[in-house]
């Protein structure tokens, strides 16, 4: 191919002056804004949080310690014991006193130390904390292996049969009440076909049942999400560009549109972790997972609160890691905003 | 003859009834020949272009044929199809930003096409790609750069670049110069000149564009759309120097710069056209006849073609 | 594209109306209805499996299962209905409040929305149930505690769109006060969407009802709600099932009348609209 000399000649004039290279010094600044602007609001969610889980204590109505120790014994406390309980745990103080000692504790990362069994709360957290990461994690990886793609072919058949019958199924999904399909999987596949354990942990066959009872709202959201998102890539002019290239549309669906929506789903993603630590407390529960889940609810029975309060601010500043960790892939992974900082 | 259409027909379905873009259009294109399709908005300039390279969506009914070297490509299996888009054929969209996937670098968006059309491997696409890169303009190490990153007439490089990657006998372009400064415009001209008149043998191209400044510089043919039909045809001097349709003169005497909406009136809805001349009420030769009764293309010179009765 | 959205909305819209429709009925009628007293405790015939008599078999009180899931409807539906117009409401005027001035006053909202919104919210109400004690106020507390802000959000978005349209200006240049102009134009204006945000809030808040009553968190044991019931019959799941099938399959319908209707309402809804939605 022979090409008119002008035309290749000074190309640089064409271009905005100052042409940022992609990952350059732009880059990184807007990086570095996103990512300050959104630790000063972690930090300040957490203040709030500590603040609130802290006043929780003093709403309730009751005493604590006449509680726990009713719970201790099974008999009425006597007021001699009561004094004592809350003398030993510092419970007698001023609210602020109270507050600001907790508070300092807290930047030594003490949790204060849980009235049921004596130990240390992030302790108990910790212990805890790997049987309800297993089922989290396996509940998400179950979800994305099974929603995604039927997502993604639900939106390349639009107003199909099978996009109809996922639409009418997903609904359902996201309107069935977590524990009681875990305890009709129970009832299914532990009592009547005997294929599955319903309770106890440690084998591969004891999580089926929990991640499956998990895993059924996230796939029926995500599903939806992502037929969503990808009916709207694919009606983009680049997917018209992609097919004017004549490439198989195989490439088309799980490349170029699949990219561009899979950017809103790893955020989509993120939030719901949230919606993961509230079906691990029902979850966990319900299959008497030994999990951070079950001994919160635990707690609260028991009025448990250095429990409470330790556990509501670790889930907490997991969320806000989470989400903030979300927020750093998003800018990676779009590189829209990785140029521009849009946010 | 490389591409020849015949009675091509497009039809949307709408709520309120059939919406008409291309309503019979007749159209020949020889080897090495740059033909111009000109129009106001909304004429169908762009749904003629899709309908050649059946990129039209579901809802668009399509009828007539439209031969490319004696095949016609409506007939085509859809897999069959794909391997002329791309290879054969290569349409350039407007509004390159767009056109563009925001989430793959440049290089890639070309490498891809080299590699599913020509079986390229990986290394050897991306080399090609650097390339023609240089060829249309952008250096080779912006090759990862992505879409957003390039200023406007960068990214209409690249969208030629994608278009020429696997040397295609036939390129649509539609409206490459539009929303581009106007030294940039010149630019993108000499570029697309070098790249069908400046290669052997020469290359074929359908421009579609609103800039009669572009279809003298470039095109050595004319055809003039009005509401979904051809109104004039001819060589590209000839038209410029003798125009015979009222819409054309009109267009010819109008400024570039208002969507070439040429001439008094609205552009007529293209669900209810206007019985007779699509034109007339618009017309200021019209007359009774023309209310009543379609016109019909008349030759009147070699290659030159006009749809008026009083042409 | 568009179309065949509306179509497919309508159905929807019609298959979640009626289901509404009859759950509404079902909680006004409930008396006349039910064959038996919800709350009717005969030992002699605890545990009865579905039959002629007990359409749903009886629970571990030998009370009629079927009475006291019609019954239950009252619970759920009143329960979720007064939480999600509590919470559309308060988000409606705080986000109005935050669109309309704007400057500081928005800023200061927006910054209290935004820690809001990045607490895990059935967390924070399992929490104050917890802590405060299992009552209906309290579990009303809870729902409304983080459930408002959603709405602030967008509703702060559709005010802000409103505002740029030419009526509002028209308004104020005729002298409208402030108040005048929020409660006559803005309101009505960003009512459509926000009843989609609120007819989707309801299946959640009738799912979080449940699962708080479920845990023994909510509504309490002898009270024919749905989750309570499943509370109470969770021990009978291996021996007596149908104690649990039907107060499950209750909730699951229910919220998924709520579903039908809040997506068919989007589906119909034009696309301006739904823009604001997805913010
Ligand atoms: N997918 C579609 N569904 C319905 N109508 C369509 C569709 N695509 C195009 N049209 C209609 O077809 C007509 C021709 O559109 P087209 O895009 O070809 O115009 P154009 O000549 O390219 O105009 P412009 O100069 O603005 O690009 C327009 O009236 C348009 O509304
Ligand atoms: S046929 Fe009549 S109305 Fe149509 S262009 Fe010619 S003179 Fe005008
Ligand atoms: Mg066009």
Request: glycine letters at 8%; hydrophobic letters at 50%.
């Amino acid at each position: 191919m022979k090409l008119n000399k002008r035309t290749t000649v000074d190309v640089s004039s064409p271009c905005r002056a100052g042409f940022p290279r992609p990952g350059g010094k732009k880059g990184n600044i807007v990086m570095r804004r996103l990512l300050i602007q959104r630790l000063v609001s972690a930090v300040f969610v957490m203040l709030i949080a500590s603040f609130l889980s802290f006043s929780l204590l003093f709403s309730a109505p009751g005493n604590p310690a006449e509680t726990i120790l009713r719970q201790q014994s099974g008999l009425d406390p006597t007021y001699d014991e009561i004094e004592l309980f809350m003398k030993r745990h510092d419970l007698n103080r001023p609210f602020l006193v109270q507050c600001l000692q907790w508070l300092y504790l807290l930047t030594h990362g003490k949790l204060g130390v849980s009235l049921r069994t004596g130990e240390p709360v992030l302790e108990e957290f910790t212990a805890r904390f790997g049987a309800t990461f297993q089922l989290a994690v396996a509940a998400m990886a179950l979800s994305v292996i099974i929603g995604l793609p039927i997502g993604v072919f639900a939106a390349t058949r639009p107003n199909s049969l099978f996009d109809h019958i996922i639409r009418i199924v997903s609904l359902a999904g996201v309107s069935i009440p977590e524990f009681w399909l875990g305890l009709m999987l129970m009832l299914c596949f532990s009592l009547a076909l005997g294929w599955l354990p319903c309770f106890g942990h440690g084998t591969v066959s004891h999580l089926v049942l929990p991640v499956v009872t998990l895993a059924v709202g996230i796939t029926a959201f995500l599903v939806r999400f992502v037929r969503t998102n990808m009916l709207e890539v694919l009606n983009l002019d680049y997917i018209k560009t992609a097919k004017a290239k004549g490439l198989r549309e195989v490439v088309i669906v799980w490349k170029h549109a699949l990219k561009n929506a899979l950017i809103p789903v790893i955020t989509i993603l993120g939030t719901q972790l949230g919606h993961l630590l509230a079906g691990a407390v029902i979850v966990e529960t319900v299959f008497s997972w030994p999990g951070i889940g079950k001994f919160f609810v635990d707690s609260i029975y028991a009025r448990d609160y250095p429990v409470i309060q330790g556990f509501v601010l670790i889930i907490a500043a997991i969320y806000v890691l989470v989400n903030l960790l979300v927020d750093i892939l998003y800018v990676y992974l779009d590189p829209r905003v990785r140029y521009e900082g849009r946010s | 003859m490389l591409l020849k259409i015949t009675s091509l027909r497009v039809y949307f379905k709408s709520a309120d009834g059939f919406v008409k873009a291309a309503d019979g259009v007749d159209l020949e294109l020889y080897p090495g020949e740059i033909l111009g399709l000109v129009g106001e908005t909304g004429s169908g300039k762009t749904v003629l272009g899709l309908a050649i390279t059946r990129l039209l969506p579901k809802t668009a009914a399509v009828s007539g044929e439209v031969l490319y070297r004696g095949q016609n490509l409506l007939a085509l299996p859809e897999e069959e199809m794909r391997k002329v888009r791309g290879r054969q054929v290569s349409m350039i969209f407007q509004n390159p930003l767009s056109s563009l996937n925001p989430a793959l670098s440049i290089g890639e968006q070309i490498a891809e096409v080299l590699r599913e059309h020509q079986g390229l491997k990986r290394k050897a696409a991306w080399q090609r790609a650097g390339e023609l890169l240089e060829l249309t303009g952008i250096p080779a190490k912006w090759i990862r750069s992505y879409p957003h990153e390039l200023s406007g007439g960068m990214r209409q490089r690249a969208m030629i670049a994608i278009g020429l990657a696997c040397a295609p006998s036939l390129l649509i372009a539609d409206e490459p110069t539009r929303g581009l400064d106007v030294t940039i415009q010149v630019q993108i001209v000499e570029l697309l000149h070098a790249v069908t008149k400046g290669v052997s043998p020469p290359r074929s191209m359908l421009l579609i564009t609103h800039d009669l400044g572009v279809a003298a510089a470039l095109t050595d043919r004319l055809a003039v759309m009005y509401a979904g039909k051809i109104v004039e045809y001819g060589r590209t001097a000839e038209v410029f120097r003798n125009p015979r349709h009222p819409y054309t003169r009109a267009l010819l005497d109008s400024h570039p710069s208002n969507g070439l909406i040429a001439t008094r009136g609205f552009s007529p809805s293209l669900i209810n056209l206007p019985p007779g001349c699509s034109f007339h009420p618009r017309c200021k030769k019209a007359r009774k006849k023309c209310a009543h009764e379609p016109p019909l293309v008349q030759r009147i010179g070699m290659d030159h073609g006009v749809r008026c009765f009083y042409a | 594209m568009y179309i065949l959205e509306v179509t497919r909305g309508k159905k929807m819209l019609l298959t979640g109306s009626i289901l509404i429709f009859g759950f509404m009925a079902l909680a006004v009628f409930a008396p006349f209805i039910a064959p038996y007293d919800p709350d009717d405790v005969k030992v002699e015939e605890r545990l009865l499996p579905p039959g002629e008599h007990h359409l749903m078999g009886t629970d571990g009180f030998g009370r009629d299962i079927f009475s006291r899931v019609v019954f239950g409807t009252r619970y759920s539906l009143f329960l979720a209905l007064v939480v999600v117009s509590i919470n559309l409401l308060l988000g409606l005027m705080v986000g109005s409040i935050a669109g309309y001035f704007g400057g500081l006053v928005d800023e200061l909202i927006m910054r209290i929305v935004d820690i809001l919104l990045a607490f895990p919210n059935i967390i924070l109400a399992l929490c104050i149930v917890g802590v405060l004690g299992p009552s209906v106020q309290n579990l009303i507390l809870a729902l409304v505690a983080l459930g408002w802000v959603g709405y602030t959000r967008v509703s702060r978005g559709l005010v802000l769109s409103i505002k740029e349209q030419g009526f509002i200006g028209a308004a104020k240049a005729l002298g409208g006060s402030n108040m005048y102009i929020i409660m006559r134009h803005i309101i009505p204006n960003a009512f459509p969407p926000l009843l989609v945000l609120a007819t989707l809030h309801v299946s959640h808040t009738i799912l979080s009802i449940a699962a708080l009553s479920f845990l023994g968190l909510g509504v309490q044991a002898p009270t024919p709600e749905w989750g309570a019931m499943l509370s109470e019959g969770k021990q009978f799941i291996f021996t007596h099932p149908h104690v649990m099938i039907f107060p499950g399959l209750a909730i699951t319908l229910s919220v998924l009348s709520f579903n039908l209707l809040g997506e068919g309402l989007r589906d119909v809804l034009d696309p301006r609209a739904r823009e604001v939605l997805n913010v």
